[in-house]
């Protein structure tokens, strides 16, 4: 469980205890319940009686007078949807927009020939990242921008992290990433500030559990190492 879901799990016990007589929430109330929601995080949910409630890209349902809360993947059989998904990939959409794209290795076909664009969480040491970038040369030529964001498995103190550091702390970014991951020298460069912090956090908040993880442009996951064929099918088929 995401820790922020389990602070929030662990406060409806109180709120449980006086559930039973008294009247709905409304969203502000509810939100007012659970330390880190907002109103803006409550929503009305697809089931009468609950709200939709989201932290980053994890997604629950809270009865509306905050004595039940349920997780799992709400589906919609009419339009054959995953209404969750469809509510993380929105949230996911919102965080990645808001990371600056200076802070981004990317790799381009340039101009015109971009067709679509992805965003990719990535170690330096994880194999199937090392074997995803040995076709990023593939990638491109199908017209697919790739935007590299540093999440070390290992997490911080670690040598995945550091490695991350000195590739983001050299001049020529992208030479030294290729020369990394395809297992050459990991300069010694230094540099007072980077971004692996913060690409680790938000990591985290939109669900990465492992590397690679590919995220299309309209938030959706899709999933891990994926063959430059078949990526390009399946951003075909988001983005025709």
């Not at 990645?96 to 992805?118: E, N, R």
């Not at 000195?166 to 971004?195: F, H, I, M, Y």
């Amino acid at each position: 469980m995401n820790p922020r879901w389990m602070i929030f799990a662990m406060s409806l016990v109180w709120v449980a205890t006086s559930a039973q007589d008294r009247s709905d929430l409304s969203r502000e109330e509810l939100a007012a319940e659970f330390p880190g929601v907002d109103a803006e995080n409550v929503l009305e949910a697809a089931v009468p009686g609950m709200y939709e409630v989201a932290i980053g890209s994890s997604v629950a349902y809270v009865s509306k007078n905050g004595r039940y809360i349920l997780q799992g993947d709400l589906y919609d059989l009419d339009e054959n949807a995953n209404l969750t998904e469809r509510r993380r990939s929105t949230a996911r959409v919102d965080m990645l927009s808001q990371v600056d794209p200076a802070t981004m290795i990317v790799f381009s076909p340039g101009g015109d020939a971009v067709k679509h664009t992805v965003t990719i969480f990535t170690d330096i040491d994880c194999g199937y990242c090392r074997q995803f970038h040995r076709e990023i040369a593939k990638v491109n030529a199908l017209g697919i921008e790739v935007h590299y964001l540093f999440y070390p498995r290992t997490g911080p103190d670690t040598e995945s992290w550091y490695k991350a550091e000195k590739v983001w702390c050299t001049e020529d970014r992208n030479t030294a990433l290729t020369e990394a991951k395809l297992g050459g020298q990991v300069p010694e460069d230094s540099c007072e500030s980077n971004p692996i912090e913060s690409h680790y956090e938000l990591g985290n908040l939109v669900g990465v559990r492992g590397t690679p993880s590919i995220f299309a442009a309209n938030g959706e996951q899709l999933g891990g190492y994926v063959a430059p064929d078949e990526l390009l099918s399946l951003l075909e088929a988001i983005e025709p």
